[in-house]
């Protein structure tokens, strides 16, 4: 997968003739992710920020391929209780745990598109992706304490399936895009050590991005 990124990522800026069937994408947004699977009964959304770019070949005049580097921060908030004490007596103490882990997603995406009226433009893509960790850290707050926070051993490089759905338009000299990104971990998120019982967790979200290709 890092090799064919590496072949496309040379083949797209060095090659006359590609550079000038290809087009280059700057984005930001927020993203929206949560964790799901077996130990996962019910896991909120995280939101943050979410930026990159993007690089795409037309291969045909409807078919394009496009690979994107994606700085998102996966994760979830999980909500349970531990032992404790309140004023002497046991008692169940409500903590929530909060999960962010930075990712770098690349994706590799094959993009069928569709000409629209007043130039307009819908792109539909779909394909595999990786993510490199960039950062991860848990961070807990219990009723009765301080909130704090400690890294995670989550996995240096995940793979994922992924999907985006851009829809552009003319807006004087540029080309706006407005555009949803899906993500779908296949590695398994590395929380056990810090949530018993969530050995088959993993990431998914959507980031919502609006951007300029140029």
């Known amino acids: 997968m890092h090799r064919l990124l590496i072949i496309l990522v040379l ?7 590609a550079a000038q069937r290809s087009q280059a994408r700057m984005l930001i947004g927020i993203s929206g992710y949560t964790l799901a699977g077996d130990g996962v009964d019910e896991a909120d959304f ?3 920020l979410a930026g990159g770019a993007g690089l795409s ?14 700085y998102t921060i996966q994760g979830g908030r999980m909500n349970g209780t531990v032992d404790g004490a309140i004023e002497g007596e046991p008692t169940a103490i ?3 745990a909060t999960f962010d882990l930075t990712y770098l997603e690349i994706p590799v995406l094959l993009v069928l598109g569709l000409d629209l009226v007043n ?11 990786v993510g ?3 950062d991860t850290r848990t961070s807990f707050a219990a009723a009765t304490g301080p909130e704090f926070s400690q890294a995670l051993d989550a996995p240096g490089r995940t793979t994922a399936f992924t999907f985006a759905v851009d829809y552009s338009f003319r807006m004087g000299s540029e080309r706006v895009i407005l555009g949803l990104r899906g993500w779908r971990s296949r ?3 590395g929380l056990e050590t810090t949530v018993p019982g969530t050995e088959d967790v993993y990431t998914q979200g ?4 609006t951007g300029l290709t140029f």
């Open 206 to 209: 959507l980031s919502f991005l």
């Open 94 to 96: 409500p903590v929530e």
């Open 46 to 48: 995280i939101y943050r």
């Open 119 to 129: 130039n307009h433009r819908l792109e539909i893509g779909v394909g595999p992706g």
């Open 187 to 189: 590695t398994k998120a």
């Open 132 to 134: 490199l960790k960039v």
């Open 57 to 70: 070949y037309e291969l045909l005049p409807l078919l394009s391929v496009r690979t994107e580097l994606r």
């Open 11 to 17: 083949f797209l800026v060095t090659t006359p003739s």
